[in-house]
């Protein structure tokens, strides 16, 4: 999983896994989520997203590593 923030246009992708997109539906305003040909969830983008969700701090937890805080 990447989590690629793009200040010039304040979004967020976060990339679920390296499979094409394929269809990409609008979940909410600004949230787009990306389909492989399966079906499958493959990303989510979001728009104007530092009015949305904290970007100055990340939270890891519970998954197969310690659990970990950075923040910016």
Same mark, same amino acid.
Request: aromatic share 8%; no cysteine.
């Given at each position: 999983?990447r989590?690629?923030?793009?200040? =010039?246009? @304040? *979004?967020?992708?976060?990339d679920?896994?390296?499979?094409?997109?394929?269809? %990409?539906?609008? $979940?909410?305003?600004?949230?787009?989520? =990306?389909? @492989? *040909?399966?079906?499958?969830?493959?990303?989510?983008?979001?728009?104007?997203a %530092?009015?949305? $969700?904290?970007?100055?701090?990340?939270?890891?937890?519970?998954?197969?590593?310690?659990?970990?805080?950075?923040?910016?």
């Open positions: 999983m989590l690629n923030y793009y200040p =010039d246009t @304040d *979004s967020l992708y976060i679920l896994s390296e499979k094409t997109s394929a269809d %990409s539906v609008e $979940i909410s305003e600004g949230v787009v989520v =990306d389909y @492989d *040909s399966d079906g499958n969830i493959v990303g989510i983008d979001i728009d104007n %530092s009015k949305k $969700i904290a970007l100055k701090q990340l939270l890891i937890n519970k998954l197969p590593f310690q659990q970990e805080i950075l923040t910016a």
